[in-house]
């Protein structure tokens, strides 16, 4: 009860948090393309920030030792925040140019980065990822956020919570993935495929994976839970058994706690590995 009391003291301004996290993404952009793709993420990663290439490495020690960089141009298009305002991701579109000039990008894609607060205030990445897909039909309008509803902090106890919905959602994933990604999702949910556009919603979720009935499983190797305990990840590698084809890749999933105080799929990633 202490504890509660506590974290209730902390009570934030959601939507001024949410609307410095955006910001926060534009100015790694803009740092990109002032300074390079390598110097901003630098400067924007946390010490113990976390990329893929291809599988989990530290994003800061992986940048100092690159001699080339992409040139990346990107944008939010959704962002969220825990409660207590100190951990929260964002998504949108991104495009690969040969030069900043060039009408036509070489490729396109999807990215999701997490960022936490630090004691100083500033947002710092913990996990950036993406996926490739053809070139979007449209871009995104203004960005959308979501802020919680909760009056209160939650309990230790949704820890636990969290906890069961993982176990469940590992045990289903070995039976047939797609189900399981769904069984899981919330009504909003985001569901990122390399070579395919994200599906948004739960109904578009379940046309992407309807025909997924691989045999998945996951091995976590790290992730993180807010102070307030509504907002979770958890990151790794997976491999899936389809039909005596095996496909590995690496994998992101972000937990969000609903009003019902019921952990909820808001994102789910699978990259699988290049070929």
Same mark, same amino acid.
């Given at each position: 009860?202490?504890?509660?009391?506590?974290? !209730?003291?902390?009570?934030?301004?959601?939507?001024?948090?949410?609307?410095? /996290?955006?910001?926060?993404?534009?100015?790694?952009?803009?740092?990109?393309?002032?300074?390079?793709?390598?110097?901003?993420?630098?400067?924007? &990663?946390?010490?113990?920030?976390?990329? &893929?290439?291809?599988?989990?490495?530290?994003?800061?020690?992986?940048?100092?030792?690159?001699?080339?960089?992409?040139?990346?141009?990107?944008?939010?298009?959704?962002?969220?925040?825990? @409660?207590?305002?100190?951990? %929260?991701?964002?998504?949108?579109?991104?495009?690969?140019?040969?030069?900043?000039?060039?009408?036509?990008?070489?490729?396109? %894609?999807?990215?999701?980065?997490?960022?936490?607060?630090?004691?100083?205030?500033?947002?710092?990445?913990?996990?950036?990822?993406?996926?490739? !897909?053809?070139?979007?039909?449209?871009?995104?309008?203004?960005?959308?956020?979501?802020?919680?509803? &909760? !009056?209160?902090?939650?309990?230790?106890? #949704?820890?636990?919570?969290?906890?069961?919905?993982?176990?469940?959602?590992?045990?289903?994933?070995?039976?047939?993935? %797609?189900?399981?990604?769904?069984?899981?999702?919330?009504?909003?949910?985001?569901?990122?495929?390399?070579?395919?556009?994200?599906?948004?919603?739960?109904? #578009?979720? @379940?046309?992407?994976?309807?025909?997924?009935?691989?045999?998945?499983?996951?091995? @976590?190797?790290? %992730?993180?839970?807010? @102070?307030?305990?509504? /907002? #979770?990840?958890?990151?790794?590698?997976?491999?899936?058994?389809?039909?005596?084809?095996?496909?590995?890749?690496?994998? /992101?999933?972000?937990?969000?706690?609903?009003?019902?105080?019921?952990?909820?799929?808001?994102?789910?990633?699978?990259?699988?590995?290049?070929?």
């Amino acid at each position: 009860m202490l504890a509660l009391v506590g974290l !209730h003291a902390e009570e934030v301004d959601l939507e001024k948090i949410a609307g410095e /996290l955006v910001q926060a993404e534009t100015d790694y952009g803009k740092l990109a393309l002032e300074k390079g793709f390598r110097a901003a993420s630098i400067h924007v &990663f946390a010490d113990d920030g976390i990329m &893929f290439a291809p599988g989990p490495v530290n994003g800061t020690k992986y940048w100092q030792k690159q001699t080339e960089e992409p040139l990346l141009i990107w944008r939010p298009a959704f962002a969220t925040v825990a @409660r207590t305002g100190e951990l %929260g991701y964002t998504t949108g579109p991104w495009e690969l140019k040969k030069a900043r000039d060039d009408a036509k990008a070489q490729a396109f %894609g999807q990215y999701v980065t997490i960022w936490k607060k630090g004691a100083d205030g500033a947002w710092k990445v913990v996990v950036d990822v993406g996926v490739e !897909h053809s070139q979007p039909i449209e871009q995104p309008g203004e960005v959308e956020t979501f802020l919680p509803e &909760f !009056h209160i902090f939650q309990p230790e106890s #949704a820890r636990e919570k969290l906890e069961t919905a993982e176990r469940t959602f590992a045990e289903l994933l070995s039976t047939d993935a %797609g189900s399981a990604v769904i069984a899981k999702a919330s009504d909003d949910v985001r569901i990122l495929r390399r070579g395919v556009s994200p599906a948004i919603g739960k109904t #578009a979720a @379940r046309l992407m994976l309807s025909s997924d009935h691989g045999k998945t499983k996951r091995i @976590r190797a790290g %992730g993180d839970i807010s @102070r307030s305990n509504d /907002l #979770a990840y958890s990151y790794g590698e997976y491999s899936t058994e389809r039909t005596n084809v095996t496909e590995q890749g690496i994998y /992101l999933s972000i937990w969000q706690l609903d009003l019902n105080t019921d952990w909820r799929l808001v994102l789910d990633l699978q990259k699988r590995a290049a070929k």
